[in-house]
């Protein structure tokens, strides 16, 4: 899966995803009228989570139409859906469903992990299949999905399998780009190294048992917003591919990841979010008004391209 | 919230939460044939998922039903059922309204955790409420959730404030029940401690911000397979609660759990799912047969609490 993904970066030259993380303060009022008014005409009452919900639904369609044909991949983050409760979930299920069939690559923001039998049914509900009465059936069916290290190797190794069987991805986090990532991902241990490198070892030995190409099927989240701390890992992780959040609305801008990059300008992919969702709310997007958020995401969207291939372009010459 | 889950477990003399973790071959083929007979007189046609879910929603009611006048608290395992899809969390959600119901406190066993806006989106999803359009919606409203530590306190931060604004409780990983949890958990830092010595400092001053009585609605889950580190732990954190995975099939006994009590006999909660979901399986509780799945779960959860009320009469003799 991660070669897919890398030539997906190479055809639109966009180490870009766009995370689908669909705070009710970025969608505009117009989309719950619209499914208030769709909802009466079926004859349907709508709770306030299913009013949402649907809302949501349209403005993630609307985003995905807008940068389609721009960026690789999208990466809802499941708590934006959980918290709308069941009617949430059926928006996050469609959302993936809706985006794949547009081309776009899906990583499942979930964190999910933890004891191994456990783990193994997350990895069936949100990457491969899980057997009713002898027959597979998918789950929820992402490309890639995001998993949290704390409970170690058995919390990993049934989501490496599922990658083995199913052709797909996770991103280990390593380093996160939260402001308190530190409090134990930095800790000194004994020999004088901060945890996060003992993870980003791990993460490349459990990354030999699903190389794909170049790169490693298991791949690593580290914040854009640690510059530092990114480049010392793309060094100790080099089959490892990075997903980066925290470009923009977190802080970081290009001139930060530069080195969370390959000598080959690959090997990394970056998000970001709000700086894209709620483009139509900034001065700099706002000129056509509330009635252009999807237009407004798509313009965000190409100056971030921008501001990272001329990053990458300038590091070359 | 912690002081009424100490209530409910003086009140059934019953440290005590049998896990809801219904992997699919505990469930009797009878709950499989009833729900799809039932969906037929209903003109409903059942994918896998949904048979499997409405069977497994048959098996936990019958569990709780069984169970409810023992212990204090139930503790599904979200996994279980998001590997069934929509379907599944469909029968998530109405197992914990059913044990509640039943007067069960619910451990919501999700292990969420991410950057602070996310992690309260989690938060609200799990435990407290979305406000949509002005209006506050509960979510999945569980009394309790497990959380991933790993982010450090911005991701943790966000589920205090919503025990403090909806009395509700959270367990945070410290030192998981799992053979590989001392990969990253156990790990010396350059002080010659544990990693999870560090993180048990941090949850007890995180505790300090939720206190409820004696204890804290922000506890630990220290896994009931590691017992030396379950007493240094105890000692450690005298105002966090304990919830101990790993009796039974996982391999820990009442005895490996004393040192988890504090000086009452109290300060911890100890899970089991397989030997009581799967209890009638076993030849010690398979005497009625399959029929008797929910009498089965009873008993063996009668052995438990004995076990355990056995193992603290003699510690107190």
Redesign the interface.
């Known amino acids: 899966m991660i070669s897919r993904l890398m030539e997906a970066i190479r055809a639109k030259d966009a180490p870009v995803v766009v995370g689908l993380?669909p705070?009710?303060s970025f969608i505009p009022e117009k989309l719950?009228q619209e499914s208030r008014a769709q909802a009466a005409a079926e004859g349907r009452t709508l709770?306030?989570?299913a009013?949402?919900a649907e809302a949501i639904l349209r403005f993630n369609q609307g985003v995905i139409d807008a940068v389609c044909d721009l960026v690789p991949a999208v990466k809802p983050?499941s708590?934006?859906y959980?918290?709308?409760?069941?009617p949430?979930?059926?928006t996050y299920?469609k959302t993936v469903r809706y985006a794949q069939q547009k081309g776009l690559i899906v990583i499942a923001d979930v964190?999910?992990?933890?004891?191994?039998?456990?783990?193994a049914?997350?990895a069936?509900?949100?990457l491969g299949e899980?057997v009713?009465?002898g027959?597979a059936?998918r789950?929820?069916d992402a490309d890639f999905a995001t998993v949290?290290?704390?409970?170690?190797?058995?919390?990993i190794k049934p989501f490496i399998d599922v990658c083995n069987a199913c052709d797909k991805g996770i991103f280990v986090?390593v380093k996160?780009?939260?402001?308190?990532?530190?409090?134990?991902?930095d800790?000194?241990?004994?020999d004088?190294r901060a945890?996060y490198t003992?993870?980003a070892e791990?993460v490349r030995e459990w990354g030999r048992l699903s190389m794909d190409g170049r790169y490693s099927n298991v791949g690593a989240v580290v914040g854009a917003t640690y510059p530092e701390q990114g480049k010392e890992l793309r060094a100790l992780m080099p089959e490892i591919f990075i997903l980066a959040p925290g470009y923009g609305a977190q802080g970081a801008s290009a001139a930060d990841l530069l080195h969370f990059f390959d000598e080959n300008g690959e090997g990394c992919i970056v998000n970001s979010s709000r700086g894209i969702l709620a483009a139509w709310q900034k001065p700099a997007y706002a000129a056509n008004g509330e009635a252009d958020w999807a237009g407004a995401a798509r313009a965000a969207a190409e100056t971030m391209i921008e501001d990272l291939r001329g990053a990458l372009r300038d590091r070359r010459q």
Chains 1, 2 share one sequence.
Do not use: W
């Open positions: 993380d705070n009710l719950l709770t306030g989570q009013c949402a983050q708590a934006m959980e918290q709308f409760g069941l949430g979930l059926v299920e964190k999910r992990g933890d004891i191994g039998s456990t783990s049914a997350y069936a509900a949100h899980t009713i009465e027959r059936e789950g929820f949290n290290p704390y409970l170690g190797t058995d919390g986090l996160t780009s939260n402001p308190s990532s530190g409090e134990f991902q800790v000194k241990t004994a004088g945890l003992l993870v791990k």
